[in-house]
């Protein structure tokens, strides 16, 4: 790369409101779990439009406690999609259940209602759904499967499946808020939901003293009010972060009008805040090598790109019969799009896909 400074896949937007909110937490003399994360569970539940929120130290640590809240354990199934990241895969191997694996829509990359179907057993407790990359799952068919649906929300918040925002529809949603998401606070997570008895198993796994019982499951999960300082600010922020993500997206599919990459897939009464912008290569017939020689030439042209997902859970497993999970492995690149962009870097990326997916 010559003369030109690298844009990042990722980068947060952090301004003078995050810097003010946790210099205030700083001077309160009040670190740990305090007022501030009680605002910050308040203001994600209304956001959602949920009973409540248990703040939680991470995404992963969440997704246990959503796993535990409803009782899920040696015995029980919970089916997710193979696509997708190691921690939901991890929580449910941590409450000891057993994990099926199912493949996604082939255009969308979310989780098949089909293949969930399909899937469905006597011993199946809940389906876990992540909306991967800022685009709802098919909620309607999901919920017609008559099982607790955990939506896992890290990757969208603000998106709408046939009149209903994300997160508000699960037995329980969890966040991540980890650097680079939608909402960061650097790391956290949340669990939500609309019943208050879910919410107060939730917040008794979350600290490990102060109950009338001992409780082998629960343990240290808290957040610090210092993050939730963050992610306060960035809530009130969201609405222009997802305005500028729309923005940006709208962009891009005007560059690649006409070249050979295949743009995001918005199903009708679904809507996308472009969490990331993942296009589908063109095959040449070479394998993921495509996708890799494909990543290099971007970022020598000063633009970091990476495989959404690192790699399918079925392959570590070595399992079969995930063809669109393997299709998307081979295909999807996602490109920088997050509201720190500036309008200079998003030309650099145009310019970027131009180059490299006009047609030849
Ligand atoms: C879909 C999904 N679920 C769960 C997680 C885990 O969240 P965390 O990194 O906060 O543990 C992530 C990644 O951040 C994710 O993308």
């Not at 009008?257 to 912008?277: D, E, K, L, Q």
Request: proline share 5%; charged share 20%.
């Amino acid at each position: 790369m010559i003369g030109t400074t690298m844009i990042p896949h990722s980068r947060p937007a952090i301004d003078r409101q995050e810097i003010r909110a946790v210099t205030d937490v700083l001077q309160s003399g009040h670190l740990a779990q305090g007022t501030v994360v009680e605002r910050f569970e308040r203001g994600m539940a209304a956001y959602f439009g949920v009973a409540g929120g248990v703040a939680i130290n991470s995404g992963t640590m969440a997704l246990e406690v959503a796993l535990r809240v409803l009782g899920i354990g040696p015995g029980d199934e919970v089916v997710l999609p193979s696509y997708v990241c190691a921690a939901p895969w991890q929580a449910v191997q941590r409450v000891g259940a057993q994990a099926c694996l199912v493949d996604i829509e082939p255009e969308t990359f979310q989780i098949s209602a089909d293949a969930v179907r399909m899937a469905i057993t006597s011993k199946t407790r809940a389906i876990i759904v992540p909306h991967l990359f800022g685009l709802p799952a098919d909620l309607t068919a999901l919920g017609q499967l008559g099982l607790p649906l955990i939506e896992d929300c890290a990757q969208t918040l603000g998106a709408m499946e046939h009149g209903r925002a994300v997160g508000s529809v699960g037995t329980l949603t969890v966040c991540s808020f980890y650097a680079n998401k939608l909402l960061c606070a650097g790391e956290g997570g949340m669990v939500l939901s609309r019943d208050p008895a879910l919410l107060e198993r939730a917040r008794a796994l979350r600290e490990y003293d102060g109950a009338s019982s001992l409780n082998p499951l629960a343990s240290n999960l808290k957040m610090t009010d210092l993050q939730a300082a963050i992610g306060l600010a960035q809530l009130e922020r969201l609405p222009e972060f997802l305005e500028r993500r729309v923005s940006l997206a709208r962009r891009y599919r005007e560059a690649l009008a006409g070249t050979t990459a295949i743009v995001p897939t918005v199903p009708v009464g679904r809507s996308h805040v472009y969490y990331r912008f993942v296009v589908r290569l063109p095959q040449r017939g070479s394998g993921s090598s495509n996708l890799d020689e494909c990543l290099g030439r971007l970022e020598g042209r000063g633009v970091q790109c990476r495989k959404p997902v690192f790699r399918s859970l079925h392959r570590y497993l070595g399992l079969d019969g995930f063809p669109a999970s393997e299709a998307a492995e081979r295909e999807a690149l996602s490109l920088p799009l997050y509201p720190a962009l500036t309008d200079d870097e998003a030309t650099q990326v145009c310019l970027a896909m131009r180059d490299e997916w006009q047609h030849k």
